[in-house]
């Protein structure tokens, strides 16, 4: 009996405390395959939606990489760390009276940060500079200089507030929680957000949680928990031409049409003009052949789907 090798996206709820890596490597021991990639990291201490790629499927990853997303996070007012988040050292304790910052001077400054923004990145970031990781020059001393970068934050607000005091190096700190939701665009550092929400409020701040709840179309509710024996990691893939109907117009083809695409000729097709990505489907096997470009009704393939293929006994 052959077994078609696993080919689709798999949705993730990460865990907090391992790298997005480190989840591709259970991925691969699960599925016994090692070409198994992600549309885009979550750092070690963040947990929530992560996208995998499995076998041919890897090549939607690219189209996946630049959703908007969407996060829950707690901002912890008072405290700044060297990663703007709760894996990093104190560097600051300004700490945050409740009598001193009030509920409308967050809201002046986290509306500040709502809509295009420059943000500098977070320091601690996978961002190179000069080909080495920011993070990796961080944390050998080194001077690390990131440029701003334009990023939208559709939504940023803030649903709960805890006033509370911790301690930082044996000193009592008065701190505000803020639970926040944020929705943005790809490439925006919830952490930075909440480091420049400290900042415009003079406490300093650093993020305690972070949870991805969306990504594009796809929510947190259907990923599931590598770590679990009991879950069908095959049967939890998404079929490609389920995940490009989520995404893209659709342009069908029949059985001719999809085989000379696939063989790398146009064809014409009845179909707007677009410089793509339209997914072109077969009907009658119901397959994800390409995603292409339309130009004066004819189709250009941009990313190509071969069927796949080393199926084993």
């Excluded at 939504?155 to 911790?166: A, H, K, N, T």
């Excluded at 389920?242 to 179909?271: E, Y």
Aim: hydrophobic share 40%; net charge neutral; proline share 6%.
């Amino acid at each position: 009996m052959l077994v078609t090798p696993p080919d689709g996206i798999l949705l993730v709820d990460k865990p907090q405390g391992i790298s997005s890596h480190r989840v591709v490597s259970i991925a691969r021991r699960r599925l016994d395959l090692k070409k198994i990639g992600h549309a885009g990291t979550l750092d070690p201490m963040a947990t929530g939606l992560l996208i995998l790629g499995v076998g041919p499927s890897t090549r939607l990853l690219t189209h996946l990489v630049g959703l908007g997303k969407t996060y829950t996070a707690t901002i912890r007012l008072g405290v700044g760390t060297d990663s703007d988040d709760a894996d990093g050292d104190p560097v600051a304790a300004l700490g945050a009276p409740s009598d001193s910052v009030s509920d409308a001077a967050i809201e002046s400054a986290v509306a500040t940060l709502r809509g295009p923004i420059d943000q500098v990145p977070s320091t601690v970031s996978a961002i190179k500079v000069d080909g080495r990781r920011a993070y990796d020059l961080a944390r050998k001393g080194e001077e690390v200089t990131l440029k701003a970068r334009r990023v939208t934050v559709d939504r940023f607000e803030v649903q709960g507030r805890v006033d509370r005091v911790v301690s930082v190096h044996g000193a009592d700190v008065p701190v505000i929680d803020l639970d926040v939701v944020v929705s943005c665009s790809s490439g925006t550092y919830v952490r930075a957000l909440a480091r420049d929400v400290g900042t415009a409020l003079g406490t300093g701040a650093h993020l305690t949680a972070l949870r991805r709840t969306v990504v594009g179309p796809f929510s947190v509710e259907d990923a599931v928990d590598l770590e679990d024996d009991a879950v069908d990691v095959r049967a939890a893939l998404a079929r490609p031409t389920d995940v490009a109907r989520r995404l893209f117009p659709v342009v069908q083809l029949d059985g001719p049409q999809a085989k000379d695409l696939g063989d790398g000729k146009r064809i014409t097709a009845d179909h707007p003009d677009t410089d793509g990505p339209v997914a072109a489907i077969a009907t009658g096997a119901d397959r994800l052949v390409g995603l292409v470009a339309v130009r004066r009704g004819q189709l250009r393939v941009i990313t190509n789907f071969p069927t796949a293929t080393g199926a084993t006994p």
